[in-house]
């Protein structure tokens, strides 16, 4: 399980609180998504979860161990459970697919084995199946940068599947993406969901696309949760309450 437990976050001394005293647990197997306007809180939330950003109070918990307290091995065993996509990818453009998903391995090879490229066959095995069940194996031998972006997020995808882990988090994960390819990538992250039973906690822009995925919505005001529920629940009024009302 993961736990919020009364996080606030401010990024700068006088800045306004990005998250005010979130306490919010994330069972196994939920799939939750977050929704709010921009500058909300909701990537600062989503980040807080893998110690990408510090809480300045309160804790984050992952299985009862601390995220917020670990440091160097621990924190890095706590994030070898934890995969995480983003809006942009971060994909290594001058390598090929397949190295960029095999670099998902990073958290129990050698160091010099990622670095110069040498990887077992069973890690190459590994990741052509995690192409192919993104539905992109034929692309294992194209550079990184010369994918769309839609073939891009399959590419962060079968990376994350290379760690086998327990929480996948996305930060904005179909932001950059036209409406009906962000449809497509997030359908195949619910397929995934569903199959693994991996836990899932990501911010979305888009209402409907997140009440056809989420099981659970939390919305984010002003860096408080003003809304948590089930996706049936968020009409127009949610809505309103969770974006307020236009400036
Ligand atoms: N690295 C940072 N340094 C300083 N302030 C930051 C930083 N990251 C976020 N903030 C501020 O914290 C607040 C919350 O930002 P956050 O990115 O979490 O919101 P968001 O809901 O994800 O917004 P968006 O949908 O636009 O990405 C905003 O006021 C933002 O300006």
Redesign the pocket.
């Known amino acids: 399980m993961l736990q919020f437990v009364d996080v606030s976050?401010r990024?700068?001394h006088g800045?306004?609180l990005?998250l005010s005293q979130v306490s919010l647990d994330v069972a196994e197997g939920e799939f939750v998504v977050v929704l709010?306007?921009?500058?909300?809180?909701?990537?600062?939330?989503i980040?807080c979860a893998n110690g990408l950003?510090s809480p300045s109070s309160g804790e984050v918990r992952w299985n009862g161990r601390s995220v917020t307290a670990a440091r160097h091995r621990e924190l890095l065993d706590l994030r070898s459970e934890m995969g995480m996509i983003f809006q942009q990818f971060h994909l290594i453009d001058r390598l090929d697919v397949q190295t960029n998903v095999m670099v998902g391995r990073f958290h129990d090879l050698p160091l010099w084995r990622v670095l110069i490229g040498s990887f077992p066959a069973e890690v190459r095995e590994q990741a052509r199946q995690a192409l192919a069940r993104v539905g992109i194996d034929h692309l294992a031998e194209q550079r990184a940068d010369g994918l769309s972006g839609g073939q891009q997020q399959r590419v962060a995808i079968a990376r994350v599947l290379m760690q086998r882990p327990k929480l996948l988090l996305g930060?904005?994960p179909v932001a950059s993406l036209d409406p009906v390819t962000a449809d497509v990538i997030l359908k195949l992250l619910k397929e995934i969901h569903q199959q693994e039973r991996m836990t899932t906690l990501l911010?979305l822009?888009d209402v409907r696309l997140a009440k056809q995925v989420a099981t659970r919505i939390v919305g984010?005001r002003s860096?408080r949760v003003v809304f948590d529920g089930p996706p049936d629940q968020v009409d127009d009024a949610r809505i309103r309450e969770i974006y307020g009302a236009a400036e």
């Open positions: 976050k990024y700068a800045a306004p990005a709010g306007r921009s500058g909300a809180g909701k990537s600062t939330l980040r950003v930060d904005e911010n822009h984010i860096g």
